[in-house]
């Protein structure tokens, strides 16, 4: 006569189903992170369109590059869910369509700076070109333009600047320092650009 554990068999089958809802549980999670990371690179993709008043105000308007808008700007900032930024002055529309016809409009440059300040009213201030926020180090990014370098002391370090207009024209009012990765010091830059490339960075006087 053969003897049956009822109890042995029950509890077999219940640790089977809890292994096979773990592995079902774990694959649905990475099923859902996948499609949301998806999703992300798809949908959050927004442009950050700033203008700057004559009273030294900072107007932004945060959209998502599908929208079509209407209002003035200065420059835009394109955003990913990776913080990879573009820096848009003016083709904005070029790479909007770009992105529209499934092209990868995001180019990394494997090239940082050890470090990267503007000097105005003889103190310095840090221009941090990659951070939680933003990563500034895409390729064909302008790092030394008059509007940007403007927006990001009023953003970052609320600064009481002269007129958008007199800042453009500068004047040895401010300048550009830096230590390239090389450790090469630039001092005193008074430029139209410093351009991002991929492996370096060229300043156009």
Not at 79 to 88: G, Y
Not at 134 to 152: G, K, M, P, R
């Amino acid at each position: 006569m053969i003897n049956i554990n009822l109890y042995s068999i029950f509890y077999s089958i219940i640790y089977q189903l809890l292994y096979c809802w773990g592995l079902i549980s774990n694959k649905t999670d990475n099923f859902l992170k996948s499609f949301k990371n998806n999703n992300n690179d798809n949908n959050n993709m927004i442009c950050k369109y700033i203008k700057i008043d004559n009273n030294g105000e900072i107007l932004q308007n945060t959209h998502d590059i599908n929208e079509n808008i209407t209002f003035d700007y200065d420059f835009v900032i394109i955003t990913n869910f990776k913080n990879q930024s573009i820096i848009c002055f003016e083709n904005i529309e070029e790479i909007k369509n770009k992105y529209l016809n499934d092209q990868d409009i995001y180019k990394q440059s494997s090239y940082e700076f050890l470090s990267y300040y503007i000097t105005f009213n003889e103190k310095q201030y840090e221009i941090i070109l990659k951070d939680d926020n933003y990563n500034f180090l895409q390729v064909e990014n302008n790092i030394a333009d008059s509007t940007f370098i403007y927006w990001y002391l009023l953003d970052k370090y609320k600064l009481e600047l002269p007129n958008i207009n007199e800042f453009k024209e500068n004047n040895n009012l401010w300048n550009i320092s830096l230590i390239d990765s090389d450790a090469n010091l630039k001092e005193n830059i008074i430029c139209n650009s410093i351009t991002i490339n991929e492996s370096n960075y060229k300043i156009n006087n």
